[in-house]
């Protein structure tokens, strides 16, 4: 089976730094995502890693070690709409099959 | 250009009866997946198309489901018949591979009763 783990929740502050981390143990592995899914929304794609390293995107970046497993993703200067479920995803192989996990619920709080 | 489209947006049936949900991907994407999303088990893959052709169908929990791809605009999942424990927000999602990241579609809230 895939197993992709996330924390279900987290609190943090406007303006804050936060910090959502993902393991993986899965079949194949070619790139994890990152999404933002508001209540009641789809999911929306947010960031991509397919090397080891950090990705820095404006006020969000994602981290990913493939010898590890592991990767997170980071929320700086933190907005109320920020508030949100955050949900790892692992490709598995070349063709976009993609795993998700259970997601973080994000709070932020001011 | 339009993003994924699905219908209907709500869907409220009785046990027992037969549900359509439709979906039409992005022009030019050559990949369609099918999730369903509830509290209990999150995001789950269902089935998977490429070219119009299901690759991966692993994830459809039983034969109540099955799903159809036509054409590459236009794609199904039918439950028929249908259960309460199916009551759940299904989103349709295309891709163009190799590039990274599935689109998706605003979902289909079902409840069955």
């Known amino acids: 089976g895939q197993n992709i783990d996330q924390p279900t929740e987290m609190t943090a502050t406007e303006g804050a730094i936060v910090q959502i981390n993902c393991t993986y143990q899965?079949?194949?592995?070619?790139?994890l995502f990152w999404y933002q899914q508001h209540a009641g929304e789809a999911p929306t794609f947010l960031s991509y890693n397919v090397l080891d390293g950090l990705e820095e995107k404006g006020r969000f970046s994602s981290f990913l070690s493939r010898s590890k497993g592991y990767s997170y993703l980071l929320l700086k200067e933190l907005q109320m709409k920020d508030s949100a479920s955050y949900l790892c995803a692992v490709r598995l192989y070349n063709n976009n099959d993609m795993r998700f996990g259970a997601g973080t619920r994000l709070t932020v709080k001011p | 250009d339009a993003g994924v489209i699905q219908s209907p947006r709500h869907e409220v049936t009785e046990m027992g009866q037969e549900v359509t949900l439709r979906c039409k991907p992005i022009s030019g994407h050559d990949y369609l997946f099918w999730y369903r999303q509830t509290m209990m088990r999150g995001l789950e893959l269902l089935i998977y198309?490429?070219?119009?052709?299901?690759?991966?169908d692993s994830g459809m929990p039983e034969d109540r489901f099955s799903a159809k791809m036509p054409n590459a605009s236009f794609s199904t999942l039918k439950i028929q018949p249908s259960e309460p424990r199916d009551s759940a927000v299904y989103f349709c999602?295309?891709?163009?591979?190799?590039?990274?990241?599935?689109?998706f579609g605003p979902g289909t809230r079902l409840t069955v009763l």
């Open positions: 899965t079949s194949g592995f070619n790139g």
């Open positions: 999602a295309s891709s163009l591979a190799p590039s990274p990241g599935q689109f």
């Open positions: 198309f490429n070219n119009n052709v299901p690759i991966d």
